[in-house]
């Protein structure tokens, strides 16, 4: 799926630009949304403007939950654990409503292959304990698979952006 990522990125190099036209008028009221800074061959959602506070997610451990803080364009970034642009400890902490998680494959009923380290899905599970939150993959519409393997620990994605479309999980 790594290759097929990167393929997917040569071939439509401006697909970040096409996320936000594809986010339904109805997306649910956040007053705080959580992005990433892409590695590789990641779809780059930060081009999506969304009407609340901003926040990157930060490692602080190879081995935790991802914590967000608060970022608007131009701030600093630094290396986190993972060597990650991510928020300086004087970003304030936020919990976002929704999230938007880089995805290495998708299926249609929220199953999310990750890189593997299980961050995003102790993230989501903190974030779901603590209150309601929307979990959107963005991926390339390529990046689909008729089944995505999961493991119990793994975290359900609520919906999928890609460069194509928008997909509610039922």
Do not use: W
């Amino acid at each position: 799926m790594r290759v097929t990522r990167r393929r997917l990125a040569a071939e439509a190099p401006d697909a970040s630009l096409h996320l936000a036209e594809h986010l339904p008028q109805a997306l649910p009221a956040g007053r705080a949304y959580g992005l990433y800074h892409p590695i590789g061959s990641e779809i780059d959602p930060r081009e999506i403007r969304l009407p609340g506070d901003i926040a990157l997610p930060v490692a602080l451990a190879r081995n935790a939950a991802l914590v967000f803080r608060r970022y608007a364009p131009g701030d600093p970034l630094v290396a986190d654990a993972f060597g990650i642009l991510a928020p300086t400890t004087a970003a304030p902490e936020v919990a976002p409503d929704i999230v938007f998680t880089p995805v290495l494959a998708f299926d249609r009923r929220g199953g999310r292959l990750g890189q593997g380290a299980g961050c995003y899905d102790r993230t989501i599970a903190g974030l779901r304990a603590q209150k309601p939150v929307v979990i959107i993959g963005v991926a390339y519409a390529g990046q689909e698979l008729p089944e995505a393997p999961m493991e119990p620990h793994d975290e359900r994605l609520d919906a999928i952006l890609t460069e194509t479309g928008y997909i509610q999980v039922s």
